[in-house]
Each structure stands twice: as structure tokens, then as C-alpha cells.
């Protein structure tokens, strides 16, 4: 099983994602990601076997109680890249408040997943919405150009539990599958 753990963004932002994404639409060499399935990742898994899988949602359990987050609210706004503007691989949405709940949930999810032995980031967590992938640099100017020129807000939501998700890869693109959720603690 493809695993990793999010923060969902409700369907009734979807619509807004994809109006985002479409500013971005005469940028050739960007494949973008499906609305519908908009998220913020906390933790990629990768494989997992399914004989992980109750140690796995144990340590989730207990990694989202010990972060001390509680329900909160984030604001989905500003553009940015990974890993700059000189070189785009990813266009992400980002967190204008709320983030550091979400850094809070990565951190305590972090700390349980690496003791159990999944690989440890080896990047600085920045909470973010994947809007597109750069497959090649032909419209990277336009997206420069917009990422520098726009900062939009989007909405904002309830962060009410981290979900683990199983990502089926499709020719279509990947297919997301709630294996569990884990709510906050109030």
C-alpha cells in the first residue's frame, strides 16, 4: 500500500483550487492535480505493508494526541515553488494561517513514523497545497511571473483530524482512499 497523511481541504473548495490552477493554464509543461483531491500532506509514507498497518494507525493516534493540536481553523492563501523560482519541479498553494498546527501535527507525526522506521524528511516542512507539477520549463517565466505578481486567498476550513490515505497510481492520475482518520483532540 502507497500511504501518507494529510489535512484534506473541504469539496466545497474545490471549485476555487480549480479556478486557481486555471490562472495558470497557458503555462505549458504543468501537470496539474485534481481538485478534487486537494490536501496538504503531513508525512509521505511510501510502501507500506499491510502487517504495518495497526502499528501504523496506533502511532498516528498517539503522534496527533501528543502534538497538543486541538480543532483549528486554516486559511489557504500565496503561491510559491519547490525548490525555487530558477528551478520549478512543484507550484503549491499555501497556509496563511493555521500553519503552525499543521507544522505541529508534521512534527509529532515525523517523530513516531521515523521511530518505526519509515525514512525521515530531508527537507524544512512548509505546509502547501500541490496545484502542479513542472514536467518541463516551457511556461516557466509565466509561472514565475504570477507566483511573484499574486498572492490569492482561497477560503478557509476546519481542521478537524489527519487522515491516512492510500494513493493508488492510475494512468488517469493517482486515486486517494481513507484507510483511517484520526481527530483531534478537543
Not at 496539474?32 to 499491510?50: I, M, N, S, W, Y
Not at 489527519?162 to 486515486?175: A, I, Y
Request: proline fraction near 4%.
Amino acid at each position: 500500500m502507497r500511504l501518507f497523511v494529510s489535512v484534506d481541504l473541504p469539496d466545497d473548495l474545490a471549485d476555487a483550487v480549480a479556478d486557481l490552477q486555471d490562472e495558470f493554464s497557458d503555462a505549458s509543461g504543468l501537470k496539474f492535480t485534481d481538485p478534487e483531491q486537494a490536501h496538504v500532506t503531513l508525512k509521505f509514507l511510501g510502501d507500506v505493508e499491510r502487517s504495518q498497518l495497526s502499528q501504523l494507525e496506533s502511532e498516528l493516534e498517539t503522534a496527533v494526541h501528543e502534538s497538543g493540536v486541538s480543532p483549528f481553523t486554516v486559511r489557504y492563501g500565496g503561491l510559491g515553488v519547490f525548490p525555487d523560482l530558477e528551478y520549478i519541479s512543484v507550484l503549491w498553494l499555501g497556509t496563511e494561517t493555521g500553519g503552525g498546527e499543521l507544522t505541529a501535527l508534521h512534527e509529532a507525526i515525523e517523530e513516531r513514523t521515523t521511530a518505526m522506521g519509515f525514512e525521515a524528511e530531508s527537507h524544512e516542512f512548509t505546509p502547501h497545497v500541490t496545484l502542479a507539477r513542472m514536467e518541463h520549463a516551457g511556461g516557466k517565466e509565466l509561472v514565475q511571473d504570477l507566483v511573484r505578481e499574486r498572492a490569492p486567498t482561497i477560503g478557509e476550513t476546519r481542521v478537524t483530524q489527519v487522515r491516512l490515505t492510500e494513493s493508488t497510481l492510475t494512468d488517469e492520475g493517482p486515486e486517494y482512499s481513507t484507510v483511517a482518520r484520526h481527530p483531534l483532540a478537543e
